[in-house]
């Protein structure tokens, strides 16, 4: 297998949100399923992994931005969990003191949920993230530090010569944008967090978001080749999201925004 490829499974921020207006765009949060030869990569763990059908074959990675609830809600309900002995490799950053298992033992677990992670059929390993670059198979994953309360990680997965960058909950800053400018340098795909209009962002400054404006400017310097808007507000309608879509791949013909079902090869 030499597909190297993402299947939106979650692309909302915040909150989980269904109804007729959040068909096309999807309702649920932040989940990315990376195929990559026999590898499946999944990016954070929101509502969104709920829908994931693993592969038998694969070898399964889950690699979380941060703890936030948006981005691990669905971590219970993912069904490789359930499958004896699945080898599941878990990576995130310490936060707040915690290492991956304990914060995700803080939410997951009694009285809370029934079970721990690791209570689960699968075979789950926890792994703090590397200092350096480390690899998944074939695949280089890099990271770097985002702008968000209490941290996110950046990701930059390359396979066999062709990459893509994760920067979601991501709030821009010229800094920060230029640090990430260098990261994603000449990657094919940039997922960037694009929550609040420009108009928006003004009241929500510090929250950890970011703008399309500031996501055109971010790929433009990065020569990035196909720029995904994602974690869409949770108000966002699919009617409001198709006129931001319009008028932003009007200005970039190589812009999309996070349509849950989509696959997108690299």
Partial sequence: MNNFSLTVLGSRGSVPIDGKNFVRYGGSTSCYKISAGDEEIYLDAGSGIVQAVPQPSTRITILLTHMHLDHIIGLPFFVALGQKNRPIDIFAQERSGLKPKDALDRLISPPFWPLKICEYPANVNFHDLPPDNFKIGEVDVQWSDGTHPQGSTIFRLTYRGRSLVYATDFEHSPDGCKKLADFARGCDLLLYDAQYT???????RGFGHSTPDEGLKVAAAAHAKKLLFVHHAPNRTDDELAALE??????NENV???????????
């Fill in 198 to 204: 420009a108009d928006e962002y003004e009241k929500f």
């Fill in 246 to 251: 319009k008028f932003f791949a009007a200005r």
């Fill in 256 to 266: 999309t925004f996070a349509k849950v079902g989509d696959e997108i090869f690299i």
